[in-house]
């Protein structure tokens, strides 16, 4: 996108749109239990953020992944006192930030590649971080009351001799890493193949709506102000089902 303003109406609208999709396309998860515990549940969220990324730079990623979350809680509420959200938060940003910076700075097919590489190598080790040090302590002591045995029967179907011991080897190990690299190769390999399109649909919304060379006008302010109250509706309609319809 050729216009460097941030809040030009393109990028505004673009974050949009992409976290839209992608919030949609999180709500549309689905389990894969005859290789992974039912509550690691895939989705394709991962590819409109991926491609809002590298069009939109780290810092509207980064926001693309909070209205996902936002979209999500919303339709689905949480079903774990927010600690699968946090994990998404988290390991968002950890291919975001990474990723986007790096394809900021290296604009090539060479600069995707290692941005894609790099990027998600990051969310897989910050999602092994992330579950043994947050995760899944939290989870433990929110929903069990401290107890290891609901979520020990919940994995025992896969690994039979799992005890509270040996836990950490078979979830992160044998779980955790081969479901999030399978995650990010499935969103990165369709996001390079896809990426140019997108860009180039982008740059003939971006010609219309933000011409090079216009200043911040009427309509980024009122493209701004649209998406902020959006937000916070979403925010707000995800805080009231929490605490009222839940």
């Known amino acids: 996108?050729?216009?460097?303003?941030?809040?030009?109406?393109?990028?505004?609208?673009?974050?949009?749109?992409?976290?839209?999709?992608?919030?949609?396309?999180?709500?549309?998860?689905?389990?894969?239990?005859?290789?992974?515990?039912?509550?690691?549940?895939?989705d394709f969220?991962?590819?409109?953020?991926f491609l809002g990324t590298f069009a939109l730079g780290p810092v509207s990623g980064c926001l693309i992944v909070v209205v996902k979350i936002l979209v999500k809680?919303?339709?689905?509420?949480?079903?774990?006192a927010f600690v699968g959200e946090l994990a998404n938060l988290l390991i968002g940003f950890g291919f975001?930030?990474?990723?986007?910076?790096?394809?900021?700075?290296?604009?090539?097919?060479?600069?995707?590649?290692?941005?894609?590489?790099?990027?998600s190598v990051s969310s897989v080790a910050v999602a092994i971080l992330?579950?043994?040090?947050?995760?899944?302590?939290?989870y433990v002591y929110i929903m069990f009351d401290g107890s290891w045995q609901p979520l020990l029967g919940m994995m025992s179907g896969l690994f039979p001799?799992?005890?509270q011991a040996n836990f950490y080897t078979?979830?992160?190990?044998?779980?955790?890493?081969?479901?999030?690299?399978?995650?990010?190769?499935?969103?990165?390999?369709?996001?390079?193949?896809?990426?140019?399109?997108?860009?180039?649909?982008i740059e003939r919304v971006n010609a219309k709506l933000s011409p090079e060379g216009r200043a911040f006008g009427k309509r980024d302010a009122i493209a701004l102000a649209s998406v902020i109250a959006a937000v916070l509706l979403l925010l707000?309609?995800?805080?009231?089902?929490?605490f009222l319809w839940d």
């Open 96 to 119: 975001v930030l990474p990723a986007g910076l790096i394809y900021k700075h290296m604009h090539s097919m060479k600069g995707a590649i290692l941005a894609l590489a790099v990027g």
């Open 236 to 242: 707000l309609f995800a805080l009231l089902r929490y």
């Open 45 to 49: 969220s991962d590819i409109p953020l």
């Open 161 to 163: 001799n799992i005890t």
């Open 1 to 42: 996108m050729q216009d460097k303003r941030f809040f030009s109406t393109t990028r505004i609208v673009m974050i949009a749109l992409f976290g839209a999709l992608a919030g949609l396309l999180h709500i549309a998860k689905f389990s894969l239990p005859f290789a992974f515990p039912g509550f690691l549940e895939f």
């Open 73 to 80: 809680l919303v339709c689905l509420g949480t079903a774990n």
């Open 170 to 201: 078979f979830y992160l190990w044998v779980s955790v890493l081969p479901f999030n690299v399978m995650r990010c190769l499935i969103a990165g390999v369709v996001s390079f193949f896809v990426y140019k399109r997108i860009s180039r649909a």
């Open 130 to 138: 992330a579950n043994r040090l947050i995760l899944i302590p939290f």
